[in-house]
């Protein structure tokens, strides 16, 4: 559920035309929803209702500081993956000991912030990792709470880009291999082994590969235990996935996906976490480009964008389908015909769509990619020499520029050309 619909012919953002922000910041922009943000992290809250947990939102999937208060205000964690997104987070306000900080290849210089600033715990993905952080913690004289990352070998079904939990996989220790791993951390200074991270892809839409994977961790929960181990705290990612079409069938709701982990780990105790990223962001989030030319081709017309594939790069990257809307509400009955939807960029790649369905569109009008809230406009680039595109936050009748767009002298003066040349 979103909180972009039609009214009177109209596509709103919450309380707000879509054209009037368009007229406003210019496209193409991104806009997100205040109420679809809360309403999604709210979701994942009660879901764990009665079990002691923190939802931590993955602030990879969209890391405007604005989106970040947002759900910290609410009460979230966030999960980092770098020193970028450690500081990002740290700048809006977020306690260290709200921050879950991942990914595979932490530095010692990510370390030591992370150290210094205040953290929740690192999730571990190697040994030499592990290794790295018991040095840096000692030199500083602190304890590093961690958990071991471990790869269940479960098949995500999901996009290979975005599959994370199959042995072949670079992400974390295979589950095989735990117990050795886990009895380095214990004699390792420096270190406080707290728990167990598992996060086995993105865009999941069944449940069942979470199943595997969460009741592989429940048993290495007690084998660890009866190793000695005091595992109190169970990180079990993010990945529940969106429905992108609304025609497709819908993935799990949140409130189902509690249901399973109460029953997969609800009875050891422990702390839990969760990471949700994209199902947060994904649907609270459009992206609003408008028609240069509608261009006749060889038995086909290209509807050609201002948007491009350096905007919005999912359809180029996974095969990704964006539902594309005009946001002029088309009367009923309008008939519809194929397009192929296209940026600009000098690549064949820069196409959003094939032979996509829609109402007939003319030059200047503006339209609406749905589900572009994540791994939207933080995977953008300004590949082309393209300007990053404004992201606008909406609440109810108030919208604000939470990121402008640079000028074109902003982007090119920051090259530098050597006194040499
Ligand atoms: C990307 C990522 C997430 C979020 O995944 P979503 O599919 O966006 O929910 C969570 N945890 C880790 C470690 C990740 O890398």
Known sequence: MDHFLYRDGALYAEDVPVAEIAATVGTPFYVYSTATLLRHYTLFDEALDGMDHLVCYAMKAASNQAILKTLADAGAGMDVVSMGEYLRARAVGVPGDRIVFSGVGKTHEEIRTALTGGIRQFNVESEPEMRAI???ATSLGVVAPITI????DVDAKTHAKIATGKSENKFGIPIARAREVYAEAAALPGLDVIGIDVHIGSQLTQLEPFAAAYSKVAELTETLRADGHNIRR??????LGIPYTRSNEAPPLPSQYGDLIRETVGHLGCEIEIEPGRLVAGNAGLMISAVIYVKSGEGRDFLILDGAMNDLIRPAMYEAHHDIIPVVEPAPGTEQQPYDIVGPVCESGDTFAKQRMMTPLVSGDLVAF???????AVMSSEYNSRPLIPEVLVKGDQFAVIRRRPTFDEMINRDTIPEWL
Do not use: I, T
């Not at 749905?370 to 939207?376: F, L, Q, S, T």
């Open 134 to 136: 018991s040095e840096v």
């Open 149 to 152: 990352r471990v790869n269940p």
């Open 234 to 239: 169970l990180d079990l990612g993010g990945g």
């Open 370 to 376: 749905r589900g572009a809230g994540a791994y939207g």
